[in-house]
Antibody, heavy 118, light 106 residues
Framework: EVQLVESGGGLVQPGGSLRLSCAAS????????MSWVRQALGKGLEWVAN????????HYVDSVKGRFTISRDNAKNSLYLQMNSLRAEDTAIYYC???????????WGQGTLVTVSS | IQMTQSPSTLSASVGDRVTITCRAS??????LAWYQQKPGKAPQFLIY???SLQSGVPSRFSGSGSGTEFTLTISSLQPDDFATYYC?????????FGGGTKVEIK
């Protein structure tokens, strides 16, 4: 069974940093692109970033370019999102997802809440 | 690419046939997926490539369309189907979602 478990969320001040992690199991992480998708409370879904199987290609939504970095460690079955220069508008539940170019977001974790507030 | 869903809210009864529309601001061929989300839960994958049903998804769900106009149809609404539904395009980056359609009990 595919499982994705996010961690690392919490309360951070504007301008601060946070690193999210996603532990993957039940599939071979190195065979899939992976994604981060976020959802502000009571709002819709917003794609944040994608990373290729070997980490050689990355894509970001414009609003996080230069501030967020997606990375992975296939040996540790883990996906990461380093978030710097955080803003109030980054407050959201962050989901990691297994991604396929044919099928899109195949599986989702339960999410981790990031709150940016002073 | 902008994705527009309609309606934003839909009131229906158990057994009703329900149709949700998703429009893209430019052609996305068939690179469209649909998700169901219940309150406090992660989205669940329903349909990919506009009309392909994900394994394990009930056959009352179906998708159609290509180019810029797409529909998600629930042939006979069940109590478990009251939720919010999202479409998104994945033909190009940035991947973009529609605003969602909440299906409520009438």
């Amino acid at each position: 069974e595919v499982q994705l478990v996010e961690s690392g969320g919490g309360l951070v001040q504007p301008g601060g940093s946070l690193r999210l992690s996603c532990a993957a199991s039940g599939f071979t992480l190195s065979s899939y692109w992976m994604s981060w998708v976020r959802q502000a409370l009571g709002k819709g879904l917003e794609w944040v970033a994608n990373i290729k199987e070997d980490g050689s290609e990355k894509h970001y939504v414009d609003s996080v370019k230069g501030r967020f970095t997606i990375s992975r460690d296939n040996a540790k079955n883990s996906l990461y999102l380093q978030m710097n220069s955080l803003r109030a508008e980054d407050t959201a539940i962050y989901y990691c997802a297994r991604y396929s170019g044919e099928s899109s977001f195949l599986n989702w974790g339960q999410g981790t809440l990031v709150t940016v507030s002073s | 690419i902008q994705m527009t869903q309609s309606p934003s809210t839909l009131s229906a009864s158990v057994g009703d046939r329900v149709t949700i529309t998703c429009r893209a601001s430019q052609s996305i061929s068939s690179w469209l997926a649909w998700y169901q989300q219940k309150p406090g839960k992660a989205p669940q994958f329903l349909i990919y490539k506009a009309s392909s049903l994900q394994s394990g998804v009930p056959s009352r769900f179906s998708g159609s369309g290509s180019g810029t106009e797409f529909t998600l149809t629930i042939s006979s609404l069940q109590p478990d189907d009251f939720a919010t539904y999202y479409c998104h395009q994945y033909i190009s980056y940035p991947i973009t979602f529609g605003g969602g359609t909440k299906v409520e009990i009438k």
